[in-house]
């Protein structure tokens, strides 16, 4: 079993940053791929990007890639999203989730075992 709660949501303007955390429960951590996901109103849950085991595979889609950044410390149990020169269309919940087999499709949200309660990212033009 593996708790996740988001943190680091929040209100920012167009052009702005914000750090989106994770921390899980569970000394097994290390042993799930992880990755976050985002839902904005009237619009079904999508990916946003993942990380492997040891932090060194990292996917992202094509809308984020090159403005947010994945990352883990597994010391911490902790997983973050780093997000760049935001837009309004970036609004949304965002979500972090868990998953057991690696193999498994990342960009799935049927492949993730457990997930968070989200957070809120709003972005003001």
């Known amino acids: 079993q593996v708790q996740l709660v988001e943190s680091g949501g929040g209100l920012v303007q167009a052009g702005g940053s914000l750090r989106l955390s994770c921390a899980a429960s569970?000394?097994?951590?290390?042993?799930?791929?992880m990755g976050w996901f985002r839902q904005a109103p009237g619009k079904e849950r999508e990916f946003v990007a993942a990380?492997?085991?040891?932090?060194?595979?990292?996917y992202y889609a094509d809308s984020v890639k090159g403005r947010f950044t994945i990352s883990r410390d597994n010391a911490k149990n902790t997983v973050y999203l780093q997000m760049n020169s935001l837009k309004p269309e970036d609004t949304a919940v965002y979500y972090c989730?868990?998953?057991?087999?690696?193999?498994?499709?990342?960009?799935?949200?049927?492949?993730?075992?457990?997930w968070g309660q989200g957070t809120q990212v709003t972005v003001s033009s």
């Open positions: 569970g000394r097994t951590f290390s042993s799930y791929a």
């Open positions: 989730a868990a998953r057991g087999n690696y193999y498994s499709d990342y960009a799935r949200r049927t492949s993730y075992d457990y």
């Open positions: 990380v492997g085991w040891s932090g060194s595979s990292k």
